[in-house]
């Protein structure tokens, strides 16, 4: 019987293959799925794939099931970091996986599905039969993980996870123009040195043979992180500085007698190079199980317009995995996969989302073509910065127009400060493709809190808040704003969720989508909440909470329930 867990792209032999890919993941042949787009691309690139969907990795019959690797193997831990996807930030186990099947995190026999961690387990297991084969990190846990890091389930920081693997080499940001480097360099016997978006691993004192005295930079060891806890803020700025991909150089970090090399990132990719992508033959609705996995349900009927993010917020790791420069796909290649999502028969005439991490910065970009700025949006917009959220509008209206589609929502998320900036786009998105509830992240209303988070003040919101006001009046509109809101964040306190509590009141908003602060590795947000101190070096507070005591989160949840009802 064919197992459920092994897939083969077409063409591909069951015995031999060019590369192998290992996902945390359910497999799902769909462009949401970071596994399924690598595949495609090295499918299209002329080479044989299978891909292993949550290996059982305690089963050595499963591993000897595999077939021969030609090339190299590829291992992710999926679409999210493994310890981000198994706890709350309250370090309490999930109790559902939303990339499995049935939301189902474990095995029969008890074990996690994706363990924590999963790159290093699965490393270590598929060692034990491909001893010679090359191993490839990649995906968000290895972008994240890179470095040394705060893993927040430990309460400690850890080496690159590079080293803790013992991988041959590591991929990080979108992996698409690197992957298909490695495979050409390894078919023509040739090493992995140098591919911009990659890291490799080595001894410390062959620094001058490996680098051959090429100029690089040099971040706090971890053994420097460990003795003064800012240095992880240290870092951090330039990790995320060096994203920008304008003049950055390869870094360095030592850990003991090993030490990390990294090479500049890949360069953004073009509109032609991401049409290319998401124009591959993806099947969207395979394999069978689709239905049975959540995330699945959530995205199956939505398209991706750009990737990328210029916000560059503390506390998020967008930017330092897709990058901080936009890349859009082009009017036609969107309506294309609008016209193939509408010819499924399970298709019921609903686009559920047309976006990316930010849906209206697509079309916009840098006047000047970039700079180091840590952010573009932040504490206003930059004036190099062009936004066309009028192309946005258009696009979305373009493909509403598109034969089979009924209905087209935005819920990927808005950026009020750039809808702002032109009104009359607001207006069409807000009336014709928000389903009553405006999802913004105004993330808080205390402006101490937003200047650590790289947010706009809280009268920027305000200003937003007028606006959506006027255009509801206008077209008599029963529509509400559903503000996204960080608690625990570094700097905030009691106070501050009292302050936020008794202003989404004053601004008559009732919402429940809050979360408590989650220390995702690689973030400034991070760095801060591990050193407890601001990027300039000074003391803030730190709230600590568990599942039997969250403080801010009680304040916050009282008021607004005593107000319920008066106020929406």
């Not at 609008?338 to 559920?352: H, P, R, V, W, Y």
Request: hydrophobic share 35%; with cysteine.
């Amino acid at each position: 019987m064919k197992n459920e867990n092994i897939f083969f792209l077409s063409h591909s032999s069951e015995k031999q293959v060019d590369i192998l890919l290992v996902t945390g993941d359910a497999y799902i042949d769909h462009p949401s799925f970071g596994i399924a787009i690598i595949s495609r691309v090295l499918e299209n690139a002329g080479y044989s794939v299978c891909i292993v969907s949550q290996p059982d990795y305690k089963n050595r019959a499963f591993l000897d099931s595999l077939p021969d690797v030609r090339l190299f193997i590829g291992v992710s831990a999926g679409n999210l970091d493994s310890v981000v996807s198994n706890y709350t930030s309250n370090r309490n186990r999930r109790k559902e996986d939303d990339y499995s099947i049935d939301g189902c995190m474990i095995f029969p026999e008890g074990h996690l599905k994706r363990p924590d961690r999963a790159s290093i387990t699965y490393v270590s297991y598929l060692k034990q039969r491909y001893k010679h084969i090359p191993i490839v990190l990649g995906g968000i846990e290895a972008s994240l993980r890179r470095f040394a890091h705060y893993d927040f389930v430990q309460d400690k920081i850890r080496q690159s996870i590079l080293l803790d693997t013992k991988a041959d080499c590591l991929v990080y940001g979108m992996g698409e123009k690197a992957v298909v480097d490695i495979a050409k360099r390894l078919d023509g016997k040739n090493d992995l040195f140098g591919i911009p978006g990659t890291a490799i691993a080595f001894d410390s004192n062959k620094l001058s043979v490996i680098t051959n005295n090429q100029p690089y930079t040099a971040l706090p060891s971890y053994e420097e992180i460990l003795s003064e806890p800012y240095n992880l803020i240290k870092a951090t700025m330039i990790i995320e500085e060096n994203m920008t991909g304008l003049s950055s150089e390869n870094l360095i970090q030592f850990s003991g007698n090993k030490a990390v090399l990294t090479f500049s990132p890949q360069k953004t990719v073009t509109q032609n190079e991401i049409d290319e992508i998401y124009n591959l033959p993806y099947r969207r609705d395979f394999p069978a199980y689709c239905e049975s996995i959540p995330a699945y349900r959530m995205i199956k009927d939505s398209i991706t317009s750009h990737r990328g993010c210029y916000g560059r917020c503390s506390f998020c790791a967008i930017a330092s995995h897709q990058g901080p420069f936009i890349s859009s796909r082009s009017e036609s290649s969107i309506i294309q996969e609008a016209l193939s999502i509408s010819e499924k028969s399970s298709f019921k005439g609903t686009i559920s989302d047309i976006g990316g991490p930010t849906a209206n910065m697509y079309g916009s970009y840098c006047s000047i073509g970039g700079c180091k700025k840590a952010n573009c949006l932040y504490p206003g917009i930059c004036k190099n910065l062009v936004i066309r959220q009028d192309i946005f509008a258009e696009v979305i209206q373009k493909v509403k127009n598109t034969k089979g589609i009924k209905h087209i929502f935005i819920n990927s998320g808005l950026r009020y400060d750039i809808m702002l900036t032109d009104e009359i786009s607001s207006e069409y998105i807000i009336v014709n493709h928000t389903s009553g509830l405006l999802k913004v992240a105004p993330e808080h209303t205390n402006n101490a809190i937003l200047q650590l988070m790289r947010k706009p003040s809280f009268t920027v919101f305000e200003r937003f808040i007028q606006l959506f006001n006027r255009i509801k009046k206008k077209n008599n509109l029963n529509y509400y704003i559903l503000p996204y809101i960080i608690l625990s964040h570094p700097g905030s306190d009691n106070n501050s969720a009292e302050e936020l509590g008794k202003t989404l009141i004053k601004h008559s908003i009732a919402t429940k989508q809050y979360q408590d602060f989650t220390p995702t590795p690689g973030t400034v947000s991070t760095a801060m909440y591990y050193a407890g101190k601001n990027v300039d070096n000074q003391p803030i507070h730190i709230p600590k909470h568990s599942s039997l005591n969250n403080p801010q989160r009680n304040i916050v949840e009282r008021l607004l329930k005593s107000n319920h009802g008066k106020n929406r």
